[in-house]
Each structure stands twice: as C-alpha cells, then as structure tokens.
C-alpha cells in the first residue's frame, strides 16, 4: 500500500534527480559523504500486510547501488575509515551499515559486498542473536496477517480485536504496534507478544537472524566489522539511566564473549527523536564506543568529526528503490528539507 506521503516523498526525490537540482546541490550540500542504513537483504521479501516492506530491499538493487556508486566517485570504506576522513574531507565517501544480524545478511547481503570489495558494519543485538526477544514489528504484522481476531491481555483491556477483512488487518496492526512502541514498556513487549499468540512456537523452519557461529565467522571477514545494538533491542529512551547503559554495554560485553572483539561501534535501536537524545548521547560515550549511529536523515560534514556518538544516517528504504531516490538523498539536498534546516544533524 502506497500512502500519500510516500507518494510525495517519491515525487520529490524523483524531481530533485531529474530536474539537475540533486547535481546542482551536490557541491555545496553533500558534504564528507554519508553513512547507509539498511536492514534485511533478500530475494522477494515479504511483508504480509506492507508494513515492514520498508526494511527489506533487494541483492539486486543493492548490486545497481553499488555500482553506481562507484561510478560516481564515491569511495566504499568502512566506518573506520570514514570517521578518520571526517576531519579532512577530501573525497566523498560511504559506509554501508546493516541494523539488527539478520540471516540475510550473510546468506544474500554478503556475495553482493564481495563482488564490489564493499566494507560493511552489522550491528548485532545479542538477545535477537539468540533468540531471547523476537522482533515484535515484524511477528505482529504476522500474528494480525493469519487471524480473524486478536485477544488482548486482561490487563490491556482483554477485548476482541476484530481482524477479519484487509483494511481492519492494517487497523488492527498498526494499533498493536502503537502500543507496543508507547504503552508496554521495553522488558514486557515479549510477554505482550506472548499474550496475545503471537510467538512462533518454534523457529527452526524460519529463522530470521544469524547465530553466533555465522556471526564469528563474519567477523573474521576481512570486509565485516561487527558492531553492537544493545542487548535486547530497547528504546533507550524509555529506560531509567543504569538500565540504558547496562542495554549497551552488555552487548557490547556480550559480543566480545562470542567472537573476541569487543565492539567499537553501536547503533541506538528505533534512533529517533523519541529513541535517542543527548541522555544516550553520553551514555554511548562513557560505555566506550568510538562512534554511535542514529536514524536521524542526513548526510555527513567535518563538522560531524565532534559528533561522533550522534550520527545521521540515509536510509536504503525498501519502498524507494530507484538509484534517482538514493542520487538525491546522497547529494545533501534532502537534509535541511528533513531537518527544519539544519545542514549538520545530530540529535
């Protein structure tokens, strides 16, 4: 389902392409370069009700991307690299970063670095890892997309969420997935999800993320850094201090027990406003990472070389897959669009 907004949003990075405006702002907007965002990497992906269709793009396009960037000039590095660059400037440069350790990300994701000698960073959430939470954005829309009804808990109410026909599905998902990102707090999402059926009863048939083999074996791939997300996935902001910091370091201690590299790097789970401020800012800092990303749209600057635990991000977003969509976002044009002005973005 394609809505008006992103019909708009379409609309305006398809002119901003074509019309020579992205090329014409490239020079004085584009900056150092930027850091990507994606999620999951697979062949025909499927969101039953289109509302995590955003999170999935094809090996595909991720192959055209590439290429094409590469024909354009910009340099494929790691996030190492493209930190020490940021004071320089000089060429402008991407990182690719991949959120949360799905299995795609070997399986699909992987070949397609390869061949284009591609550096990556996968931030790992040790608790999707081993199956401790599940991702509730996507098990919800599945629960919803195989009912007629959903039954809340007693306490939330326990009435009867009708879900028969398409349009009370997206209804019906929506407003679980509101309540999950809101009302329950961050440690009982998984009892929610419990509640009301929604647990795959068993995960060997359709496992969504790499274990922790697949992960040691990734990290000793000379073109994978492995980065840390938290332990189980939390909205940091939601949390009381000591539990946000435990969130982070843990995972970070976590990783290092797994593979024997702790984690320089880490990437604030959600990342927007309502999931990242100056409170996480810090935390980030004093668990030790060298650098933190966020959601937050924009391209890099020098300037982002004393912003390093509050980094924007462009967004490979599964429903916007045209190189013209990605040309723009890349040329800096859109970041003071998004951003109330703001050419240097943090939080």
């Known amino acids: 389902m394609i809505d008006a907004r992103e019909k708009a949003r379409k609309l305006v990075l398809g002119a901003g392409w074509w019309s020579g405006l992205a090329a014409l702002s490239t020079p004085l907007l584009a900056g150092a370069g930027a850091i990507l965002m994606l ?5 025909h992906a499927t969101s039953p009700l289109g509302l995590n269709s955003h999170l999935s793009i094809e090996p595909d396009f991720l ?13 494929l590095v790691s996030l190492d690299e493209l ?11 991407v990182a690719i970063t991949l959120d949360d350790g799905w299995l795609d990300n070997l399986t699909d994701a992987l070949p397609v670095f390869e061949a284009h000698d591609a550096p990556f960073t996968v931030y790992v959430a040790p608790g999707l890892t081993s199956g401790a939470v599940e991702p509730w954005w996507e098990v919800v829309e599945e629960k919803v997309a195989r009912s007629d009804a959903i039954y809340l808990p007693e306490g939330e109410g326990g ?3 009708a879900c028969a026909d398409p349009a009370d599905k997206l209804s019906v998902a929506r407003s679980l997935m509101e309540r999950l990102t809101n009302d329950v707090p961050e440690a009982g999402q998984q009892d929610f999800l419990r509640q009301i059926g929604a647990l795959p009863e068993s995960t060997a048939d359709g496992r969504r993320f790499m274990d922790w083999d697949e992960i040691r074996g990734l ?5 994978a850094t492995i980065g840390a997300h938290t332990m189980h996935h939390y909205n940091l902001r939601r949390l009381e201090e000591q539990v946000a910091l435990r969130e982070m370091s ?8 797994e593979t024997g590299m702790r984690p320089s790097h880490f990437a604030y789970p959600y990342g927007y406003e309502r ?15 060298a650098s933190a990303v966020t959601t937050r749209h924009g391209v890099l600057h020098k300037e982002h070389a004393h912003h390093l635990h509050a980094l924007p ?10 190189l013209s969509y990605v040309r723009t976002l890349l040329s800096g044009l859109t970041t003071p669009l998004s951003n109330r002005g703001r050419r240097v973005v943090t939080v």
């Open 39 to 43: 999620h999951r990497v697979r062949r």
């Open 63 to 75: 192959d055209r991307l590439l290429a094409d960037l590469k024909r354009r000039g910009l340099a």
């Open 83 to 93: 930190l020490e660059r940021l004071p320089a400037g000089g060429r402008r440069a």
């Open 159 to 161: 009435a009867a969420l």
């Open 219 to 223: 990290s000793a791939h000379p073109l």
């Open 250 to 257: 843990a995972s970070a201690a976590g990783i290092e027990a």
């Open 275 to 289: 999931a990242v401020g100056a409170r996480e800012v810090a935390l980030a800092r004093e668990a030790g990472f």
């Open 313 to 322: 991000r462009i967004s490979i977003n599964g429903n916007f897959q045209r």
